[in-house]
């Protein structure tokens, strides 16, 4: 996919990831047994899952953008979802929902967040 962005110069802004893999996968006569279609369509669904998203939807350009700051080790995933960890994360801590932020105002005494008339003050924001 590297080499064909790079043949296809800016026009790969224009053309899905999905679209790239089908196409070499036609042009190099790959995954025509059941067994091997079974690996690949295995190997599209495992891209889909790190980019998060389908491949029909991921540039052909920019979908491996972060490559190089990618964390090494082992990965795994949490029981019961990521919400576990967030929830045990934001434990205790206000969440506002609903609410347009208009301005966000950095300072030595932490961060200030302005919503409509309302101002809300802390060390820090996410």
């Excluded at 899952?49 to 190089?68: F, K, R, V």
Aim: net charge negative.
């Amino acid at each position: 996919v590297t080499e064909v962005r790079e043949m296809m110069d800016g026009a790969a802004k224009k053309i899905s990831l999905g679209e790239v893999l089908e196409t070499l996968r036609v042009l190099y006569g790959v995954a025509k047994d059941p067994e091997e279609k079974k690996l690949f369509d295995w190997h599209l669904a495992n891209l889909e899952y790190a980019n998060a998203g389908c491949l029909s939807n991921l540039s052909a350009a920019y979908w491996d953008q972060d490559d190089p700051y990618e964390m090494g080790g082992d990965h795994c995933f949490l029981a019961g979802g990521n919400w576990r960890l967030i929830n045990a994360l934001a434990e205790g801590l206000p969440i506002m929902y609903g609410k347009s932020v208009d301005t966000i105002k950095y300072g030595d005494g932490g961060v200030e967040v302005i919503s409509g008339s309302q101002i809300f003050q802390a060390d820090m924001i996410l």
